[in-house]
C-alpha cells in the first residue's frame, strides 16, 4: 500500500522558513515526477511545486524564487525548503506524484504564517 507522510510544517513570523519532508513508503518512486500541494482554509487544493526523476522543476508563480524542491532518490524523500513565507503561505502542504492519485493523499502538514 502507498502512502505519503508529511512533515515539518510549523507556526512562523512573515519572513520566515520552514523546510517540509515527504516520505514515501510502499513503493519506489525513484522515476516518478512528484509534487507538493496545498489547501488553504475554504480554498481548492492547488499545485506549488514539482520535480522529475530527472531532477527538473517547476514552481507555482506564486512560490518562484522563494521555494526549491527536491528529492532524495535512495531514501524515497521529496524536500520543499520555502524561504521568505508570506501569510498567502498558510495552508496544509501535501505530497503526491504529479497527476495525482487519490489514494496516494496523506494526512498533510499545517503551515501557518503569522504577519
Known amino acids: 500500500q502507498v502512502q505519503f507522510v508529511e512533515s515539518g510544517g510549523g507556526s512562523v513570523q512573515s519572513g520566515g522558513s520552514l523546510r517540509l519532508s515527504c516520505a514515501a513508503s510502499?513503493?519506489?518512486?525513484?522515476?516518478?515526477?512528484l509534487a507538493w500541494y496545498r489547501q488553504a482554509p475554504e480554498k481548492q487544493r492547488e499545485f506549488v511545486a514539482l520535480?522529475?526523476?530527472?531532477?527538473?522543476?517547476n514552481y507555482a508563480d506564486s512560490v518562484k524564487g522563494r521555494f526549491t524542491i527536491s528529492r532524495d532518490n535512495n531514501n524515497n524523500l521529496m524536500n520543499l525548503q520555502m524561504n521568505n513565507l508570506k501569510p498567502e503561505d498558510t495552508a496544509v502542504y501535501y505530497c503526491?506524484?504529479?497527476?495525482?492519485?487519490?489514494?496516494?493523499w496523506g494526512q498533510g502538514t499545517q503551515v501557518t504564517v503569522a504577519s
Open positions: 503526491n506524484t504529479v497527476a495525482p492519485k487519490p489514494l496516494y
Open positions: 510502499g513503493s519506489t518512486f525513484s522515476g516518478v515526477p
Open positions: 520535480i522529475t526523476s530527472g531532477e527538473i522543476t
